[in-house]
Structure formats: C-alpha cells, structure tokens
C-alpha cells in the first residue's frame, strides 16, 4: 500500500481524490465503498473536479476549462 498527503491543487485535494476514485463508476468492477463522512454533496464536486483536472484527453475527449485571472494575462501569452 502506497499512500501521500495531498498537495492541494488540482486532484490533489479531498474533492480531487473522490472525483478520482469514482471515475470508474459505470464500469462492472466499480465498487462504492465509502466513509460516512463522504456525503452526496462531496461526490457530486468531487466529480465535477475530476471532470475539471482528471486526465480525459487521453480517452480521446476534449476538455473544455475557465482559466482563472491572472496577472500575467493567462495562458495566451505563456506567462501563466
């Protein structure tokens, strides 16, 4: 068993991990096993964060994200 403390960006926060264990959901070896004080509420965000920084690209999807304001001007011009 491998564990690390999340960093708190991107997947690396609770919401992150949820949305990345539960990303297999309609798959036939998904299992819901979870702690009660993981709610309705944290899956649904959860997922939303996966949707947001999970790693679909590769599936042959295309993410659409909002980047945050930057003072740099984001990433346009390379300087976020």
């Known amino acids: 068993m491998r564990s690390s403390s999340l960093n708190g960006t991107r ?10 264990c539960w990303k297999d959901h309609l798959l036939p070896h998904f299992r819901c096993l979870k702690s009660p004080l993981i709610d309705d509420d944290m899956i649904k965000k959860g997922r939303c964060e996966y949707l947001i920084y999970g790693n679909i690209i590769d ?4 993410a659409l994200t909002i980047f945050p304001a930057t003072r740099g001007g984001g990433p346009r011009d390379g300087t976020a």
């Open 59 to 62: 599936k042959g999807c295309t």
């Open 11 to 20: 997947l690396h926060t609770p919401y992150g991990m949820v949305g990345y």
